[in-house]
């Protein structure tokens, strides 16, 4: 299943940028903003940045932490790996149809 | 104040008030971080001011969820006990709108696309949560279509939800996979005796035991499903492992192998990262 992710509508892209980055810790908002653009070349405006982390507090896939300063890191919940990875899995079923298909009728890219 | 900090508090204001109060520092210090590292960004001011009004107009349609999340938690303790100990659920009704009210009684069967989307409240040690609908309707990973559209509530004094959680009130599980949580009671029945006398007949709920299976390794929505479908209660718990990879199961207790009552509550652990 796509399950919650794909529930979070126009915001599932950055929700799974989000929760892929917190998947190995805690980060606060610009420290996201630079992993998701190290490791998706994704550049995620801050606006957008806050509305997924929204969503994503509203469903109870990721939490707040206590402010560190005046930035707040926020954490990936037992809920939010869950759904991150069976978000993942159906996306990767769907990448190696993509270029198992992609490599039989159009040769080896 | 900066000219950048400026700047930067003069955007938020697009925001409501009530967002402010919550997010005001972290995002200013987040604009100020994008304003020094990248100070041309065209789009940026537009994508701060478009998603303001975004917020303020969602504000009327899903002020009950922010209730919940964004208020300071004693005040959701506070309404949530008032709630509960008023009718039960009364947190949903006194906090706003929902998707057409709460209209479930006990042991009601209520389709899919009438259960709001947060299903249940819990109260824990310095915590207030909920439990999203989609977890808990389809917690095997599968699709919500597989529900049947349908999902039982469930009053109790500790509840413990597919997802995990204790608090006291009300829940929702999905019909026919938790027998354990359909509150059943041990009925007494009576009948009279030859000699006038009476006897009590005590028909206990239909669980029996069972062989708890190995889950240890599997995906959680895996192992979740298949807990659940055996009928024992499933409380996940948070486990830091560098060994077990994210999202896989660690441990339970019981362990697999044990033979446990099929209403007994089964705990978890499930890897996250720290």
């Known amino acids: 299943m796509t399950g919650e992710l794909s529930a979070l509508g126009r915001y599932t892209g950055p929700a799974t940028l989000v929760l892929s980055s917190l998947a190995d810790g805690p980060k606060h908002g610009y420290a996201l903003t630079k992993d998701i653009e190290h490791f998706a070349g994704v550049h995620l405006a801050p606006g957008t940045l806050y509305a997924a982390l929204d969503r994503l507090v509203d469903h109870g896939l990721i939490e707040g932490l206590e402010a560190v300063g005046r930035r707040r890191p926020y954490k990936i919940t037992a809920v939010g790996a869950t759904a991150l990875m069976a978000h993942l899995q159906a996306q990767r079923r769907v990448t190696e149809t993509g270029l198992g298909r992609l490599s039989g009728e159009w040769g080896t890219p | 104040m900066n000219s950048v900090e400026r700047r ?24 100020e971080d994008s304003m020094v590292d990248r100070p041309f960004w065209p789009g940026r001011s537009l994508n701060i001011v478009m998603n303001a009004l975004r917020v303020r107009s969602e504000q009327s349609r899903t002020s ?40 479930y009684s006990q042991n009601k069967i209520v389709p899919y696309n009438k259960i709001p989307d947060y299903l249940s409240v819990y109260i824990g040690p310095n915590k207030v949560g909920y ?30 939800t597919l997802l995990g959680h204790e608090y ?45 299976p190995n889950v240890v390794g599997m995906v959680t929505p895996t192992a979740v499903g298949e807990l659940s479908g055996l009928g024992v209660g499933v409380v996940i718990q948070d486990v830091h492992s560098t060994s077990v990879p994210l999202g896989h199961i660690v441990w339970t207790s019981p362990r697999g192998g044990a033979t446990v009552h099929a209403r007994q509550q089964v705990v978890v652990g499930i890897s996250v990262p720290n």
């Not at chain 2, 955007?11 to 409501?16: E, Q, S, T």
């Not at chain 2, 008030?17 to 604009?31: A, C, N, S």
């Not at chain 2, 964004?70 to 998707?99: D, E, H, Q, R």
Request: glycine share 10%.
């Open chain 2, 8 to 31: 930067a508090r003069r955007l938020l204001r697009w925001y409501p008030r009530w967002w402010r109060e919550t997010h005001e520092e972290e995002f200013v210090v987040l604009l």
């Open chain 2, 64 to 103: 009950y969820r922010r209730l919940l999340v964004s208020s300071s938690a004693p005040l959701v303790v506070l309404i949530a006990v008032i709630g509960f100990a008023t009718n039960g659920f009364g947190l949903l009704s006194v906090s706003g709108p929902t998707k057409g009210g709460m209209p």
């Open chain 2, 131 to 160: 439990t999203p609908k989609a977890y808990l309707a389809a917690p095997d990973g599968s699709s919500n279509d597989s529900l049947d559209g349908r999902i039982a509530p469930v009053f109790a004094s500790n509840l413990t």
């Open chain 2, 168 to 212: 006291p009130g009300i829940g929702f599980v999905r019909l026919g996979t938790s027998p354990w949580a359909l509150s059943c009671k041990p009925e007494s029945v009576y009948s009279e005796t030859a000699g006038g006398g009476q006897t009590i007949t005590t028909i206990p709920c239909p669980s029996t035991t069972l062989v708890l």
